[in-house]
């Protein structure tokens, strides 16, 4: 949302990316004064971090389980490479070109071809 990785946050807070992951979904409770550090990092109001919602009426929270972390790290809507790619899809000024970037990834992704990833 701010366009700051976990990795450069967990630098600017003495913290690991995994930490900062902890944090972001919820499975470590972070302390107010951390809270107001972050706030203080990032430049915005303390409430920037409230979702608003009231929580007396809010839907009660399970215990984290693997399986919803398992299916937290499946998403392929929370991957950096996917946030990134349509970074960089928006990114294009040119709604024709932006187009026809989307039919050859589109036509791509039809290939019969298992893609596998490098690294």
Known sequence: MLGLSQERLGEMLGLTFQQVQKYERGANRIGASRLLELSRLLDVPVQFFYDHQDPVRA?????????????????????????ELIS??????????????????????ADPEPVTERG
């Not at 929270?61 to 299916?71: K, L, P, R, V």
């Not at 960089?88 to 791509?108: C, Q, S």
């Open 59 to 83: 839907p009660a929270i399970a215990g984290f389980e693997e399986s919803e972390q398992a299916a937290f790290d499946s998403d392929l809507l929370r991957r950096r490479e996917t946030v």
């Open 88 to 109: 960089a899809y928006y990114e294009i000024g040119d709604p024709a070109v932006r187009r026809r970037f989307y039919d050859l990834a589109k036509a791509l992704s």
